[in-house]
C-alpha cells in the first residue's frame, strides 16, 4: 500500500484529491492550517480502511516544510506520492497590496513547494518509484493584472515543473504539473476575486472534476495537464497572441463584473 502526501487537504481541489486517493485504498499524509477541518476529513475517509495522519502547518512559515519531512522520516512513513496542492491567492493592484500578501504567495506557492519537492524528491529517485504533481494554475500561462503575484507564482510552478520532470525522465519518477482553471472551492472568496468576469460571466468548474482530472494525470505519469476543453483551448491561445493583447485580455477578465 502506498503512501500520498497532499497539501491543502482540508478543502476544494486537496479534499477532493484525498477521497480519490482513499476511495484506491492509498494511505494518506493530510497537510492544512486547520486542525478542526483536518479532523473531519479523517473522519470522513477513516471508513475507507486507510491510514491516516494529519499535520496542521502552515507551510509558509520557514520552518514547517522541514519540520514535516523530518517528522515522516521519524515514524518510518516513506512518501510515495507527493501532491503539492497548497497554495493562494490575492486580489488587487500590486501597490496596493499588503507584505504580507505579496510575500505570503511567494511563500506558499513557490518557496513550500520548491522546498517539499526537494526534500522528497532524492528519496524517490533513490527507490526508483514515485509520483510528483505540483497543483499550478492556466493563470500560470499569461500575466495577470490585479493578481500579479499570484499569476507569476503559478507560472513559476509551471516552469519548474516541466524542467524536473525532464530531470527524472528515466528514474522510475513521474512529476506532473496539473494546472486547473476557475474553480468552485474557497479559494475565489479568499482570494477577493469571486466578484470577477472570470467567476460571474464565464463560471468555474466542479473541485470534485477537476480533481478526478489532475489524479488521472498523475496515475498517467503526464507532464502537463489542463483540467476542461475550454481552459486547454485558452491556455494554447495564450502562445500565439501579441504579448499585449493577453495581458489587456487577462485584465477584462480579472476585474470586477458589472
Same mark, same amino acid.
Not at 502506498?2 to 481541489?13: F, M, Q, R, V, W
Not at 497590496?97 to 513550500?112: F, P, R, V
Not at 507564482?153 to 510552478?157: G, P
Given at each position: !500500500?502506498?503512501?500520498?502526501?497532499?497539501?491543502?487537504?482540508?478543502?476544494?481541489?486537496?479534499?477532493?484529491l484525498a477521497k480519490l486517493f482513499a476511495h484506491d485504498q492509498h494511505d494518506l499524509v493530510l497537510v492544512a492550517r486547520s486542525t478542526? =477541518?483536518?479532523a473531519q476529513v479523517a473522519a470522513e475517509l477513516q471508513s475507507a480502511g486507510v491510514a491516516i495522519k494529519t499535520f496542521a502547518l502552515d507551510l509558509a512559515a520557514p520552518p514547517a516544510p522541514k519540520f514535516l519531512f523530518d517528522q515522516l522520516q521519524r515514524e518510518s512513513i516513506a512518501v510515495d506520492i507527493l501532491i503539492n496542492n497548497a497554495g493562494f491567492g490575492a486580489f488587487g493592484e500590486f501597490a496596493q !497590496?499588503?507584505?504580507?500578501?505579496?510575500?505570503?504567495?511567494?511563500?506558499?506557492?513557490?518557496?513550500?513547494l520548491t522546498e517539499l519537492t526537494r526534500l522528497f524528491l532524492p528519496r524517490m529517485i533513490k527507490r526508483g518509484s514515485g509520483r510528483i504533481m505540483n497543483v499550478a494554475s492556466t493563470a500560470g500561462f499569461q500575466p495577470g493584472p490585479l493578481m500579479a503575484v499570484y499569476y507569476a507564482? =503559478?507560472?513559476?510552478?509551471i516552469s519548474f515543473s516541466e524542467a524536473i520532470a525532464n530531470e527524472v525522465h528515466d528514474s522510475g519518477v513521474t512529476v506532473t504539473c496539473f494546472c486547473p482553471g476557475a474553480t468552485h472551492t474557497g479559494f475565489a472568496a479568499r482570494a477577493g476575486n469571486d466578484v470577477t468576469r472570470l467567476f460571474k460571466k464565464f463560471g468555474a468548474m466542479n473541485a470534485e472534476k477537476v480533481a478526478l482530472d489532475g489524479y488521472r494525470a498523475l496515475m498517467e505519469g503526464r507532464t502537463m495537464a489542463i483540467s476542461g476543453a475550454r481552459n486547454w483551448i485558452i491556455a494554447q491561445s495564450t502562445r500565439f497572441a501579441p504579448r499585449k493583447m493577453v495581458t489587456a485580455v487577462s485584465r477584462w477578465v480579472s476585474d470586477k463584473a458589472e
Open positions: !500500500m502506498s503512501t500520498a502526501l497532499i497539501t491543502g487537504a482540508s478543502g476544494g481541489i486537496g479534499y477532493e478542526d =477541518k483536518l !497590496m499588503s507584505e504580507d500578501d505579496i510575500l505570503g504567495q511567494i511563500a506558499l506557492n513557490i518557496t513550500a507564482t =503559478k507560472a513559476y510552478v
